[in-house]
């Protein structure tokens, strides 16, 4: 089992900078991709960025250029650093780490481990 836990939300005003952190914990475990999704209040989640193990990244068109993935694979973290923020980027920030998982003998599997999600607030 993975577990996964978010840090870093609070409230800032439009315009500040806040960086989340993730980190995932668990016994022999393999991340082939970890990533932000966000979610507002009455809104579906939606994709913030993503990461490969290999370092390719995707990111939303509304976050280009102001918002930065990275990650450190040794420490198993994701980090999200966030500029230039306004406050329609208010919502709980949610990061997902997708596992590489051997089933039975010969077999794998790839599996979604999600976090509690952090909030954050950006004040107009």
């Known amino acids: 089992q993975v577990q996964v836990a978010e840090s870093g939300g609070g409230l800032v005003q439009a315009g500040g900078s806040l960086r989340l952190s993730c980190v995932a914990s668990?016994?022999?475990?393999?991340?082939?991709?970890m990533g932000w999704y966000r979610q507002a209040p009455g809104k579906e989640r939606e994709l913030v960025a993503t990461i490969t193990s290999t370092g390719t990244t995707n990111q939303a068109d509304s976050v280009k250029g102001r918002f930065t993935i990275s990650s450190d694979n040794a420490k198993n973290t994701l980090y999200l650093q966030m500029n230039r923020l306004k406050p329609e980027g208010t919502a709980v920030y949610y990061c997902?780490?997708?596992?590489?998982?051997?089933?039975?003998?010969?077999?794998?599997?790839?599996?979604?481990?999600w976090g509690q999600g952090t909030q954050v607030t950006v004040s107009s």
């Open positions: 997902k780490v997708r596992c590489l998982e051997p089933v039975g003998e010969s077999d794998t599997r790839y599996a979604n481990y």
């Open positions: 668990g016994e022999d475990i393999y991340i082939s991709e």
